[in-house]
């Protein structure tokens, strides 16, 4: 696991320290420890926190920006927003009306936080609410064309950041076996990008692919 202050693992459990001590955005269970507030974060409902479980070695550092890509009411986003504290900034992208009222009212507490109604397949509507370049983009989008939305996001990445997606098999195919379909996303992908790690989500997440690319 890669190392990050605001990020403890304890056994099973995964703890990052809040920005924004007694406010919950899941339920999540809180802990007090050494002066700080430390929320639970759940991998069964973060791919993100299930290839944290997993292993993952390229940290999200204190202090950078993201793009996040299908932010949904903003779980994982908040877990993010922990990772790189105040200075850093998640800019979160969502579709769904539903879904963007809970994750303002993350947003409203999360000072770090930005929350964009928006269809990632369209980057250009909103460019102009995003800074010239991002240090990392992380796509969970439920989209057949999980892998063309990555890149055309890529514009917005520095050259030598990092995207990190999670391929759902099941999603971009329901007939191909889980492996054929990992193999035609990072052919796809590598034409933008150096893949630098690659893991199974299980047994958090059934046919997942985890990747960690690098901008060329
Ligand atoms: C699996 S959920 C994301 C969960 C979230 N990443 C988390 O871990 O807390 C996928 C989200 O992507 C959103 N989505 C689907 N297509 C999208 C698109 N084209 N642009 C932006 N968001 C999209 C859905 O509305 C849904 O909220």
């Not at 929320?39 to 996040?68: C, D, F, H």
Request: hydrophobic letters at 40%; proline letters at 5%.
């Amino acid at each position: 696991m890669f190392s990050n202050p605001n990020l403890v693992r304890e056994g099973s459990r995964l703890y990052a320290r809040s920005l924004v001590p007694g406010f919950k955005v899941h339920g999540e269970r809180l802990l007090e420890k050494n002066g700080a507030e430390w929320r639970e974060w759940n991998p069964n409902q973060s791919k993100l926190g299930a290839a944290v479980m997993r292993g993952l070695k390229t940290g999200i550092p204190v202090g950078a920006s993201v793009l996040y890509l299908g932010a949904a009411n903003g779980t994982t986003p908040s877990f993010v927003s922990d990772l790189v504290g105040a200075d850093g900034a998640v800019f979160c992208v969502e579709i769904s009306a539903r879904a963007m009222r809970d994750l303002i009212r993350v947003c409203e507490k999360r000072g770090n936080m930005l929350p964009i109604l928006g269809d990632a397949r369209k980057s250009e509507t909103y460019a102009a609410e995003l800074p010239s370049h991002v240090d990392f983009v992380f796509e969970d989008v439920a989209d057949p064309a999980q892998a063309r939305i990555l890149i055309e996001n890529a514009r917005f990445l520095r050259k030598g950041g990092v995207a990190m997606i999670a391929v759902k098999a099941r999603c971009v195919s329901s007939v191909k076996e889980p492996e054929t379909v990992y193999k035609t996303v990072e052919a796809e992908l590598s034409r933008t990008f150096e893949i630098v790690e690659k893991m199974r989500l299980e047994p958090y997440e059934q046919d997942h692919e985890f990747l960690v690319l690098r901008k060329r």
